[in-house]
């Protein structure tokens, strides 16, 4: 009996994201060791929206822009207008505006226990059938941030158009400790 519950325990904390990692998941030295700095939302939405909604313990985020230290470049279609290099650059920096927006949120990013869903929306030329590759560039961040706590499902749509000419918008849900 001892030794089957002990492959039991074993294989529960590999069946749960992060669990393996125990005390080394630290999200925030992660990002620092790749150089990344999360923008500081400033104040409250100006819109008749919340960047960022909890309810229990997941937190919903509004469709998010590049930010912070962003050059502004690949702005419109893909690829008429901005390559897919350019693409995957802007969801690349979506993402870490999500992640200060969700800092702002919840305090600290180690409460994180699941990346839970990423919803990309890529502003395709009509032809362009790739958004995928585009938004391999936000799972990857994640899964490089998070570990296996950056595992998702994902849906990854073109659109006729984003607002301001966006050329990526996204949207998560993220599984955070209570309190």
């Keep these: 009996?001892?030794?089957?519950?002990?492959?039991?325990?074993?294989?529960?904390?590999?069946?749960?994201?992060?669990?393996?990692?125990?005390?080394?998941?630290?999200?925030?030295?992660k990002l620092?060791?790749?150089?990344i700095t999360l923008p500081v939302p400033q104040g409250p939405s100006?819109?008749?929206?919340?960047?960022?909604?909890?309810?229990?313990n997941l937190v919903f985020t509004s469709g998010h822009a590049p930010c912070g230290e962003w050059?502004?470049?690949?702005?419109?279609?893909?690829?008429?207008?901005?390559s897919l290099e350019e693409a995957q650059a802007a969801a690349r920096q979506v993402v870490i505006c999500i992640l200060g927006s969700l800092k702002a949120e919840i305090g600290d990013l180690s409460r994180v226990t699941r990346v839970v869903r990423v919803f990309g929306m890529?502003?395709?030329?009509?032809?362009?059938?790739?958004?995928?590759?585009?938004?391999?560039?936000a799972s990857?961040?994640?899964?490089?941030?998070?570990?296996?706590?950056?595992?998702?499902?994902r849906?990854?749509?073109?659109?006729?158009?984003?607002?301001?000419?966006?050329?990526?918008?996204?949207e998560m849900v993220f599984e955070v400790e209570e309190g």
């Design 122 to 137: 890529v502003n395709s030329a009509p032809d362009f059938t790739a958004q995928s590759q585009v938004m391999n560039a």
């Design 46 to 56: 100006r819109s008749a929206f919340d960047r960022t909604v909890r309810t229990g």
């Design 71 to 82: 050059d502004g470049s690949g702005r419109g279609k893909v690829p008429t207008e901005a």
């Design 32 to 35: 620092a060791e790749m150089g």
């Design 140 to 153: 990857g961040l994640l899964n490089e941030v998070f570990g296996d706590r950056g595992r998702h499902v």
């Design 1 to 29: 009996m001892k030794r089957f519950a002990a492959v039991t325990l074993a294989a529960l904390s590999l069946a749960v994201p992060g669990a393996a990692e125990g005390q080394d998941y630290d999200p925030e030295a």
């Design 155 to 170: 849906s990854a749509v073109g659109m006729a158009a984003l607002p301001v000419n966006l050329t990526v918008e996204i």
